[in-house]
């Protein structure tokens, strides 16, 4: 039973899988929450799978776009499937991920893997080469939660393989998900989130508000 989500006023480290793909375009991941401006460049999506976490193992299906906030870059995650509810309570507390419980099945063979969010009917097929380096990559999402936009420093590395993915499904979330696209396969993934902070670069609260007030730490699209 869930009790609430785990904290995180230390960094969140995660072990798993993921791949990292184009999502077409920018209309895709769907609108960016007020105070948070659009850059060039295309959607991305991020679909993880995580064995190990603090709020234990959950998978997500995250679409993402270019965005700053003043003259910090990075990605903001508009729309987001998460299979935990734990995950799913911390992601809005702590760090302004937009995520809705989802139903997300996730088949993964030798070099290929399918990822199915059912409630949206959005399908991904991805096939991988099995030649693979050593990847190591620092990245900053930039979010808003109910007390303003906050930037998200992480970082993740792992065993990555490049690859294709494919989008296909019939309903409503495939809108803008279309063709084939480059993607990267990251196996042995270790994943660390910091706490989120002020876009001064002061360290924001990091106690969540009351559970009864939780659809106010993020932006819904």
Not at 25 to 37: K, N, R, S, T, V
Not at 84 to 112: Q, V, Y
Not at 195 to 219: D, K, N, Q, V, W
Request: glycine share 14%.
């Amino acid at each position: 039973m869930a009790t609430g989500p785990p904290p995180a006023q230390a960094p969140w480290a995660m072990t798993g899988e993921c791949i990292l793909a184009i999502a077409g375009p920018q209309a895709a991941a769907g609108p960016l929450p007020p105070g948070i401006a659009p850059l060039p460049g295309p959607a991305i999506l991020v679909a993880e799978r995580h064995a190990d976490s603090p709020a234990g193992p959950f998978a997500t299906f995250v679409l993402g776009r270019p965005a700053r906030l003043g003259p910090r870059a990075g990605i903001c995650f508009t729309t987001a499937a998460v299979s935990s509810t734990d995950s799913r309570m911390a992601g809005r507390h702590h760090w302004g991920f937009p995520g809705e419980l989802a139903t997300l099945r996730w088949d993964g063979g030798l070099d290929d893997h399918t990822i199915r969010w059912e409630e949206r009917d959005i399908v991904v097929r991805a096939t991988f080469g099995r030649s693979a380096v050593p990847l190591v990559v620092p990245f900053r999402a930039i979010q808003r939660r109910d007390d303003g936009p906050v930037l998200v420093p992480g970082r993740l590395r792992g065993r990555a393989r490049s690859g294709r993915v494919t989008f296909g499904g019939g309903g409503a979330g495939t809108s803008g998900l279309t063709g084939t696209h480059r993607a990267v396969y990251i196996a042995g993934l270790r994943l660390v989130l910091d706490p989120a902070r002020a876009p001064a670069g002061r360290l924001r609260t990091l106690l969540a508000p009351a559970p009864g007030i939780e659809p106010g730490y993020s932006f819904r699209p």
